[in-house]
Nanobody, 124 residues
Framework: QVQLVESGGGLVQAGGSLRVSCAVS????????MGWFRQAPGKEREFVAA????????SYAESVKGRFTISRDNAKNTVYLQMNSLKPEDTAVYYC?????????????????WGQGTQVTVSS
């Protein structure tokens, strides 16, 4: 059984930067496609970014493209989401997710494992 633990959330001003991390335990992270989703109050959870097992392929939601960068360090079993030029609308709980099968899928129901989430708040 794999466990995902997010860290690094917090409060930041608009235009600022923040990096959230996801530590993978129970099985090597290279076994999974990894992704980040977020859920704002009163809204459904949405896809943010994902990265292939090797890190050679990434995908981003249009709303974060050019501002966010997903990366992974399989030696450390950790996935990162670097968030730059943050906007108040980026405020949400950010969730790390892992997918056993190949392919980057944007639907949260197709992901197999989830972390508990970390709060990111961007003030205007």
């Amino acid at each position: 059984q794999v466990q995902l633990v997010e860290s690094g959330g917090g409060l930041v001003q608009a235009g600022g930067s923040l990096r959230v991390s996801c530590a993978v335990s129970g099985r090597t992270s290279s076994s999974y496609v990894m992704g980040w989703f977020r859920q704002a109050p009163g809204k459904e959870r949405e896809f943010v970014a994902a990265i292939s097992r090797s890190g050679g392929s990434t995908s981003y939601a249009e709303s974060v493209k050019g501002r966010f960068t997903i990366s992974r360090d399989n030696a450390k079993n950790t996935v990162y989401l670097q968030m730059n030029s943050l906007k108040p609308e980026d405020t949400a709980v950010y969730y790390c997710a892992a997918r056993v099968r190949l392919g980057i899928i944007y639907t949260d129901s197709m992901w197999d494992y989830w972390g508990q989430g970390t709060q990111v708040t961007v003030s205007s």
